[in-house]
């Protein structure tokens, strides 16, 4: 098959286009033809070996994706030949970037109705991981307020989102550019971060979510309100050091599961959640998707076409 891979850590064009070996599928795996892979911002940091060097060469990346059931490994009941998907990786086991991947079917969920391939597998990480940070972390409420930094990235868009469906007032930031992109997730007030400095404008928050990391997720505490909580996905492996006593840094667990699939595909059928704006790359051209991802100044999500 075709795939996407690296023969030793590098920058993005470290990544090259060519054959790559078939996946074996085992016991409760399921094959998938993948028609979209998703690119996410760990991905140029695994080609880096920003985690530490991966297992093996020739590596192929890419953790979510979405496609169709080509065989069925022993004991798999749950799906047919035929069925369409989307799925996330396994923790430490990607190859999503790649026209064929093996994976648990619990893995697995049916592809939200509605949506194309290149949707669908927009949705599946940046979706498990904002659900599990704003509703099973931060576990949000209506009526509160809550400060979600990046707007304009995956996981903040969809976030964005959930709050809004959960019933809270939010607030977001982002750049000029996207200021209008970040309103009309529903966000009630942006903060261009090159005018004004959040910190400054916004206090007596219930919660922060923050996706950008370093410096703004240290100071994310600061616009909280006593006993307030605030989630970090960007900051590592913890919550970064508050420097207060009467708030609380939580890192959420981001489970991978058919559970939080559905909960994407339900919330889209419920028009609660709509995909991010997409830009599009071929699984030939994912040394310039990550090259862009690596910027970090991009709206939405970066998806590779496979077929
Ligand atoms: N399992 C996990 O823990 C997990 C899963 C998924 C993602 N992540 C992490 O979560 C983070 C977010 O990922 P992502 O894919 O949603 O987005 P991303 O690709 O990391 O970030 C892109 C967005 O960040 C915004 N941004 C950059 N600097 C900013 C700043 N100073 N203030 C506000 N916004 C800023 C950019 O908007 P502008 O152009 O407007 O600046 C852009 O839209 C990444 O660090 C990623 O590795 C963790």
């Known amino acids: 098959m075709k795939a996407a891979f690296f023969r030793q850590h ?10 790559y070996p078939d996946p074996v599928v085992k016991p409760g795996e399921v094959l998938v033809d993948v028609h979209a892979a998703s690119v996410n911002g760990a991905d140029w940091r695994v080609v880096a070996g920003a985690y530490g060097p991966v297992s093996f060469f020739p ?12 065989a069925l490994g022993d004991g798999v009941t749950d799906f047919q030949v035929g069925d ?7 923790v430490g086991i990607e190859a999503a970037y790649a026209e064929k991947v093996a994976i648990k079917a619990s893995l697995l969920a049916r592809k939200p109705a509605g949506l194309s391939h290149v949707e669908a597998a927009s949705l599946a990480l940046i979706g498990l991981t904002a659900l599990c940070a704003v509703e099973d972390t931060l576990k949000i409420q209506p009526g509160e307020t ?3 930094q990046g707007g304009a990235g ?21 750049s000029a550019g996207n200021v209008d992109y970040v309103r009309s997730l529903g966000t009630d007030q942006v903060i261009d971060y090159n005018q004004a400095d959040f910190a400054t404008v916004l206090s007596g928050f219930d919660a922060v979510f923050d996706t950008v990391g370093g410096d ?37 667990a981001v489970g991978r599961d058919r559970a939080h699939l ?5 919330l889209v059928a419920a028009g609660a959640v709509r995909v991010p704006e997409i ?3 071929s699984l030939a051209d994912a040394a310039q998707a990550n090259a862009v991802s690596r910027g970090r100044h991009f709206r939405g999500k970066l998806v590779l076409k496979v077929r």
């Not at 590098?10 to 054959?19: F, H, I, K, R, V």
Request: hydrophobic share 40%.
């Open 279 to 281: 830009t599009v790359f």
């Open 10 to 19: 590098g920058g993005p064009e470290a990544l090259e286009y060519g054959d």
């Open 216 to 252: 703004v997720g240290l100071r994310s505490y600061l616009v909280l309100k006593p006993g307030g909580r605030a989630a970090f996905i960007a900051s590592g492996p913890k919550a970064p050091p508050t420097p207060r006593t009467d708030v609380t840094g939580l890192r959420p």
């Open 59 to 70: 590596y192929c990346p890419g953790r979510d994706f979405s496609g169709v059931v080509s």
């Open 84 to 90: 369409e998907v989307f799925g996330v990786c396994d």
């Open 262 to 266: 559905d909960r994407i595909s339900a």
């Open 146 to 148: 809550i400060l979600v």
């Open 154 to 174: 995956g996981v903040a868009s969809f976030a964005i989102q959930v709050a809004k469906h959960t019933g809270c007032r939010v607030a977001s930031t982002t």
